[in-house]
């Protein structure tokens, strides 16, 4: 297998001296040199063709046995030297200090087809940044990062993306419940791609430590690969770039609320510099529309990464991230003009982002209390996002408020919705609806095909991830193919997956996985 090597990050950027592989704090340096621990017996389960022929890596290379040894970590390419990345992060709303890599080795960067990559391996062995842990992921939760970050991407969502998932042959110990019961559960590692992995971290955990020689470093390394569009060489730069930050994670948070996906776990480590959705861990789907819902465990009591509050987090990270470069600027005024637009042009996109999915594209005065009055009554009886969204498009306005109140009635958990109240506050709701669909001029045929581009039909709901990891501990792991290949056209019509286009089963309610997820992973 030849690959188009070109790495920039560990050959332009400071490296950390000590090369023994020992948990400490690491000064002055970008990164760690650590090799991958040797799996015992790796076994692929999946790759994404899509990734490879991206990397130039083609079908038959995905079956070779340097594949497996290079992406479970047992050997490592020629004239590459893999390396754990230094950041710190603020999470759950604390500065936590150095983080970095705990399980995660960067391997090496492809330039391909015009195209820039960095992979890295989750889960292959402790790095200088382990700090307690173990350097290692289950299966359950390598199962869930490489589906759903090919989901996203399929959906339109800026993401890292995963080339494959290899069982390491190692046993893991995890508390998943986090109740005193640890098991051993079977190891695995992920391939991440992405442009880059550099986090808000990464800039946070070197002006914490007044480093500011190396922030300029990694500010100019991070503008002159990934952000080719700031052009001016003044300090006014480093604003500049938390400018661009910000406008690529308001379109990502966007494309989240679009899509009901929930982080579970928006610390500032987990914040991609070029706006990637990263670290796929305790994140879930909403299923009944509940804006104050988190899949994650550890955050059930102050529920901060709430799917309704991904906005505002955002925005309080970018904070994070503009005090970190503020050192290279020296001045608030740029830092906090950008921070303070935010909020507006967050509101404006999530308008036009919501109207999309209603089918609506002209401006009207009520717009606003059109959608806010949505957002109530939808939370009146648990309502499926997903199906009610798609279903949505169904509606017509030659129809009585009864048809196309039917056309949505599939989506609701319970028949609470025949509660004379809350049946009359839909009727309400749709004769307004119908009343401004008739302002558009579109026919009732364009205004289907472009809510449907916008509202899937197929999301990873958590229950189904769940089906694949169930049946992958089994040892079968033909539902990984079959959801990959589902979720790869998410906003088609695909008449023989219908039995995915459904509610969350009831089962699925309270079972864990389905539902809450631990960090534990
Ligand atoms: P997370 O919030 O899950 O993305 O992880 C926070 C930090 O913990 C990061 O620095 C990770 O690299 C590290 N970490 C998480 N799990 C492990 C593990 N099993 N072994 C080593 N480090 C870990
Ligand atoms: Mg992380």
């Known amino acids: 297998m030849k690959l188009h090597i070109h790495d920039t990050f560990n050959t332009e950027l400071p490296a950390d001296t000590v090369l023994e592989n020992t948990r400490r704090q690491v000064f002055e340096a970008c990164f760690s040199f650590v090799k991958p621990t040797i799996p015992k017996n790796p076994v692929l389960i999946h790759a994404t063709k899509e990734v490879a ?17 290079i992406f479970s970590g047992q050997k490592i390419y020629e004239n590459t030297k893999p390396f754990a990345m230094c950041y710190g992060g603020h999470q759950f709303g604390n500065w936590a ?13 492809i330039d391909y087809n015009n195209q820039h990559f960095a992979l890295q391996l989750k889960g292959s062995g402790a790095t200088p940044y382990s700090r307690t842990a173990d350097g290692l992921a289950v299966l359950r939760s390598s199962i869930r990062e490489h589906l759903c970050s090919e989901a996203m991407f399929y959906l339109g969502v800026s993401t890292t993306r995963s080339l494959s998932l290899i069982l390491s042959g190692d046993e893991v110990v995890r508390d998943m419940l986090y109740d005193g019961h640890p098991a051993y559960e079977k190891g695995a590692i992920v391939c991440r791609v992405s442009e880059t992995f550099i986090r808000f971290g990464n800039f946070e955990i070197l002006a914490s430590r007044q480093d500011t020689k190396n922030l300029k470093l990694l500010a100019d390394y991070t503008i002159q690969h990934f ?23 308001l379109k990502m948070i966007i494309d989240w609320q679009r899509v009901g996906f929930v982080h579970g776990v928006m610390n500032t480590d987990n914040m991609s510099i070029i706006g990637n959705t990263i670290d796929y861990g305790p994140y879930g789907w909403l299923e009944n529309y509940d804006p ?52 507006r042009q967050y509101n404006k996109a999530y308008q036009v982002m919501m109207k999309q999915k209603l089918g609506l594209e002209k401006e009207y005065e009520n717009d606003f209390q059109l959608i806010e009055e949505l957002e109530s009554i939808l939370q009146n009886v648990e309502t499926d996002m997903t199906i009610f969204f798609r279903n949505l498009a169904h509606f017509s306005t030659n129809f009585s408020e009864d048809e196309n109140f039917k056309c949505i009635q599939s989506a609701f958990y319970s028949e609470d919705y025949t509660n004379a109240e809350i049946y009359n506050q839909w009727k309400n709701w749709i004769a307004k609806y119908v009343n401004r669909l008739r302002l558009e001029i579109k026919n009732e045929d364009d205004k289907k095909t472009s809510m449907n581009a916008v509202n899937p039909k197929y999301v990873l709901r958590n229950y189904m991830a769940q089906l694949a990891i169930d049946a992958a501990n089994d ?31 009831d089962w699925a309610r309270h079972k864990v996985g389905c539902s809450m997820l631990s960090c534990s992973s």
């Open 53 to 69: 022929s991206l990397l130039g890596i083609n079908e038959k290379d995905i079956f070779s046995e340097d594949f497996l040894s």
């Open 292 to 343: 104050t819902w988190t899949p994650n465990t550890t955050d059930i009591q102050h529920k901060r990464y709430q799917f309704g509050q991904q906005g505002n987090i955002a925005l309080w990270n970018l904070y994070k991230l503009a005090n970190a470069m503020y050192p290279l600027v020296e001045e608030a005024k740029p830092f906090e003009e950008i921070l303070q637009a935010f909020p």
């Open 227 to 249: 952000y080719s569009e700031i052009k001016s060489s003044d300090k006014e730069r480093y604003a500049e770039l938390v400018k661009c930050v910000a406008e690529r994670t």
């Open 97 to 109: 200090g150095q983080l970095g890599d705990g399980r995660a080795i960067n391997l090496f960067e």
């Open 475 to 505: 040892g079968n792991y033909h539902l990984i193919n079959e959801l990959h290949e589902l979720l790869k056209k998410p906003y088609d019509e695909q008449p023989e997956n219908e039995k995915w286009f459904a509610k969350r089963p």
